[in-house]
């Protein structure tokens, strides 16, 4: 557990009040919750979480330690957004160390974004140096199409789409379509 209450961020911008620091545990979860609630409509995200889900989650993560692998940005006290990293080795033999954060609306493109990935970057290369040097490593990050301020600073930072995944939805009220089971398959009860 870190008690640590400020993290110095060299790259940080020159914003009064502007504060990171490090995980402080439970206390925080209905903060990160802000957050996320903070920034869903302006990213146009369709997300439902609740402090029993930030719990669960954050209750079994795997390759992380928050108290070292997390960051909080404050201003004047106030959370405005935090990030995690963490990292996985692929069956293919290919180490990915993953970064990604939060920051509500009205503190974006003020380069406290930035800052923090800069940051998170510094921490997987700490860890990295722990791994064999014999595989292939990478930094990953992702966001949705309509997270505009996500995918403008991973660009800039050097990132590129290399995945894509879709949402669907279907209204419920329409008519099904008849679907015929496969030969030989059936439906029991």
């Not at 545990?25 to 990160?32: A, F, S, T, V």
Request: with cysteine.
């Amino acid at each position: 557990m870190t008690t640590n209450d400020s993290i110095h961020i060299p790259t940080a911008p020159n914003i009064p009040g502007l504060n990171f620091r490090g995980f402080r545990g439970e206390d925080d979860y209905p903060h990160m919750l802000a957050v996320i609630e903070n920034s869903k409509d302006e990213d146009v995200i369709e997300r439902t979480d609740t402090l029993e889900d930030i719990t669960n989650n954050y209750a079994h993560l795997v390759n992380c330690d928050p108290y070292r692998d997390m960051l909080i940005a404050e201003v004047q006290g106030q959370v405005i957004g935090y990030s995690r990293v963490f990292w996985e080795h692929l069956d293919e033999g290919i180490y990915i160390y993953n970064l990604f954060g939060f920051l509500v609306p009205e503190w974006r493109r003020q380069g406290i974004d930035a800052a923090m990935l800069t940051h998170n970057e510094a921490r997987l290369r700490q860890i990295a140096a722990t791994h064999p040097e014999d595989e292939p490593r990478f930094f990953q990050t992702w966001g949705a199409d309509t997270e505009k301020g996500v995918h403008a600073l991973a660009v800039r930072q050097g990132y590129e789409a290399i995945r894509y995944t879709y949402d669907l939805v279907r209204n419920l009220s329409e008519p099904f379509p008849e679907a015929h089971l496969p030969v030989g398959l059936e439906i029991r009860n």
